[in-house]
């Protein structure tokens, strides 16, 4: 399932905060190849995978998750 129709479903289910699916999903898609395809020295050269990853789930989950 691609991150767009997961976003979607999230919303339709009262799960997720109202927000612009294509932007949320770009956004996430974005944060991931920062450090995953493009390699980005600034960042892995100081934040292990692990530590980069927590970090954008705690960034996500308060962005996305609906908290009422």
Do not use: W
């Amino acid at each position: 399932m691609n991150l767009n129709r997961y976003c979607a479903m999230g919303k339709s289910k009262v799960e997720f905060r109202q927000f612009n699916v294509h932007v949320m999903a770009g956004a996430i898609n974005g944060a991931i190849g920062e450090y995953m395809f493009e390699a980005n020295p600034n960042i892995t050269a100081i934040v292990d995978l692990e530590s980069y990853s927590e970090e954008l789930v705690k960034i996500f989950d308060k962005a996305i998750v609906n908290d009422g």
